[in-house]
């Protein structure tokens, strides 16, 4: 399985902006996606997770209200859209592929496969 994260890049505090996540090899629609993120100098850890039944958990308060994941079934990926972005939401972006439910914590364990990771900048 590859997993490849697009569309990240600098935007300025207040954008917008959404990542994708997508795999070749398997079709995304049926597995638990985890979006991560790992800021300079501080570990990875989880912003939100979606399951095969399109449940959604939260990992990290600040994101709520700012950042939805959502499925896009035509194209065979899970976006993250960012709104309201702040230069602390500056990191580096990962797509984890898994199964089962989401993890009730920020656990990455449950996510087998991992993209390479997409650079985010929230700077004016």
């Known amino acids: 399985v590859h997993v490849v994260e697009s569309g990240g890049g600098l935007v300025q505090p207040g954008g917008s902006l959404r990542v994708s996540c997508a795999a070749s090899?398997?079709?995304?629609?049926?597995?638990?996606i985890g979006w991560f993120r790992q800021a300079p100098g501080k570990v990875r850890g989880g912003a939100l997770c979606i399951d095969s039944s399109d449940h959604n958990t939260y990992y990290t308060d600040s994101v709520k209200g700012r950042f939805t994941i959502s499925r896009n079934n035509a194209k065979h990926t899970v976006d993250l859209q960012m709104g309201s972005l702040k230069p602390e939401d500056t990191a580096v972006y990962y797509c984890?592929?898994?199964?089962?439910?989401?993890?009730?914590?920020?656990?990455?364990?449950?996510?087998?496969?991992w993209g390479q990771g997409i650079q985010v900048t929230v700077a004016s």
């Open positions: 984890g592929v898994g199964g089962g439910p989401c993890p009730t914590g920020p656990s990455a364990e449950v996510f087998a496969s």
């Open positions: 090899g398997i079709t995304l629609d049926y597995y638990t």
